[in-house]
């Protein structure tokens, strides 16, 4: 593909070899021969287990480590080979907000956030007015003059995004933003990032453990494994057809696609028929195709688990049903849902 304005960032080819410390120590390869575009203007959302490159990865966007071969580019510069007042103005339009948070526990909210901006030279009546707007952005205001330690962990955040945003970067780094955070909390944070994403056009890249993080505010995903791109796709896509099982376990912490085995056996308790969970995506008419079948086979089918819920205002979810009827006619009506297109899976 060529390399559009519509590209922001571009790693091409991008391997990152750590070497061994000791004699016998072996070197570890972070990363290996990653591909991937993030477009300007989405949330793009890079999710993996513990150790698959996550935190190499970003450190590699803003130029805190280089590759050991491959291309970073961010913004159409080539980040390994900028150098000097280059290298500051293109690390100046790239943002990074941090697990901790990283305040500066001695300065005040307004300190911490006009800290970037003293760095970069910018003159002390500029700086307040621009320090007020961008609190007055994460509703923070009227905390201005007090102590981070004052603060609860989504105002912490929430400083922390204003002093990303001081220098009005056009890409903005979030490692484990929320992983501190509680549910609500993550919520108001996930929600604050959408509107620097949405109201001020900055392209958003999310790292995180978390799928739920990935299903509520990304546009399009990657699924690191080992090292390397396992998927990548939209959100939809990635959610309602993984193609790998590395995607699919990720997957498989948002979605309740299936019942728990523990939710089986209780239901097993109650449901003698044979026990079968339909996955419902945005194909038409499932509901009929279903209907008529349990008619056709003389299937008697209730539902006895599942919900539908909507991700980027489309259908997912599933369906477990109880089937009574004769084993052969039960058999005949799976095989007749196969060969409509339609996800069954008997469940053990
Ligand atoms: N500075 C380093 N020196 C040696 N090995 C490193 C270094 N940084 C990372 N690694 C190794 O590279 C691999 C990927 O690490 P990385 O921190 O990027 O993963 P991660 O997905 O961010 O994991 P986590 O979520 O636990 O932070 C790991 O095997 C790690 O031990």
Same mark, same amino acid.
């Given at each position: 593909? !060529?390399? +559009?304005?519509?590209?922001?960032?571009?790693?091409?080819?991008? *391997?990152? +070899?750590?070497? %061994? &410390?000791?004699?016998?120590?072996?070197?570890?390869?972070?990363?290996?021969?990653?591909?991937?575009?993030?477009?300007?203007?989405?949330?793009?959302?890079?999710?993996?287990?513990?150790? !698959?490159?996550?935190?190499?990865?970003? &450190?590699?966007?803003?130029?805190?480590? *280089?590759? =050991?071969?491959?291309?970073?580019?961010?913004?159409?510069?080539?980040?390994? @080979?900028? &150098?000097?007042?280059?290298?500051?103005?293109a690390v100046r339009d790239?943002?990074?907000?941090?697990?901790?948070?990283?305040?500066?526990? @001695?300065? =005040?909210?307004? %300190?911490?956030?006009?800290?970037?901006?003293?760095?970069? %030279?910018?003159?002390?009546?500029?700086?307040?007015?621009?320090?007020?707007?961008?609190?007055?952005?994460?509703?923070?205001?009227? &905390?201005?003059?007090?102590?981070? $330690?004052?603060? @609860?962990?989504?105002?912490?955040?929430?400083?922390?995004?204003?002093?990303?945003?001081? *220098? $009005?970067?056009?890409?903005?780094?979030?490692?484990?933003? /929320? @992983?501190?955070?509680?549910?609500?909390? =993550?919520?108001?944070?996930?929600?604050l990032l959408r509107r620097?994403?949405?109201?001020?056009?900055? +392209?958003?890249?999310?790292?995180?453990?978390?799928?739920?993080?990935?299903? !509520?505010?990304?546009?399009?995903?990657?699924?690191?494994?080992?090292?390397?791109?396992?998927?990548?796709?939209?959100?939809?896509?990635?959610?309602?057809?993984?193609?790998? /099982?590395?995607?699919?376990?990720?997957?498989?912490?948002?979605?309740?696609?299936?019942?728990?085995?523990?939710?089986?056996?209780?239901?097993?308790?109650?449901?003698? %028929?044979?026990?079968? *969970?339909?996955?419902?995506?945005?194909?038409?008419?499932?509901? /009929?195709?279903?209907?008529?079948?349990?008619?056709?086979?003389?299937?008697?089918?209730?539902?006895?688990?599942?919900?539908?819920? $909507?991700?980027?205002?489309?259908?997912?979810?599933?369906?477990?049903? $109880?089937?009574?009827?004769?084993?052969?006619?039960?058999?005949?009506?799976?095989?007749?849902?196969?060969?409509?297109?339609?996800?069954? =899976?008997?469940?053990?």
């Amino acid at each position: 593909m !060529a390399e +559009t304005a519509a590209v922001h960032v571009r790693l091409a080819d991008v *391997t990152k +070899t750590f070497p %061994g &410390r000791g004699r016998r120590d072996e070197s570890a390869t972070a990363l290996a021969g990653v591909d991937l575009d993030v477009r300007r203007g989405e949330v793009f959302g890079i999710v993996g287990q513990s150790g !698959a490159g996550k935190s190499t990865l970003v &450190r590699m966007i803003n130029g805190l480590e *280089t590759p =050991t071969s491959g291309r970073v580019v961010v913004a159409g510069h080539d980040l390994t @080979s900028l &150098r000097g007042a280059e290298q500051r103005a293109a690390v100046r339009d790239i943002g990074m907000i941090f697990q901790q948070f990283n305040l500066f526990r @001695s300065r =005040t909210v307004a %300190g911490n956030v006009a800290y970037p901006l003293k760095v970069a %030279g910018v003159r002390q009546p500029e700086r307040d007015r621009r320090v007020a707007e961008l609190l007055d952005f994460v509703g923070l205001l009227a &905390r201005a003059h007090d102590h981070p $330690e004052q603060l @609860s962990g989504g105002q912490k955040q929430r400083v922390g995004i204003a002093r990303a945003l001081a *220098t $009005e970067p056009s890409l903005l780094l979030a490692d484990e933003a /929320t @992983s501190a955070l509680d549910p609500e909390t =993550t919520r108001e944070v996930l929600g604050l990032l959408r509107r620097v994403n949405r109201e001020l056009g900055v +392209t958003v890249v999310i790292i995180t453990h978390e799928m739920d993080v990935i299903r !509520a505010i990304a546009d399009r995903v990657a699924v690191l494994d080992d090292g390397r791109v396992a998927e990548v796709g939209t959100v939809y896509d990635v959610f309602s057809r993984p193609q790998t /099982t590395a995607a699919a376990r990720f997957v498989a912490t948002a979605l309740q696609d299936r019942p728990s085995t523990a939710t089986l056996e209780r239901l097993r308790l109650t449901h003698p %028929g044979r026990i079968v *969970t339909v996955r419902v995506r945005d194909q038409a008419g499932l509901q /009929t195709t279903l209907a008529r079948s349990f008619l056709a086979h003389g299937v008697v089918a209730e539902i006895v688990f599942g919900g539908i819920s $909507e991700l980027q205002d489309r259908p997912v979810g599933s369906l477990t049903y $109880e089937l009574t009827g004769d084993d052969a006619a039960v058999d005949g009506l799976l095989a007749e849902l196969r060969d409509r297109g339609v996800d069954v =899976t008997e469940e053990p």
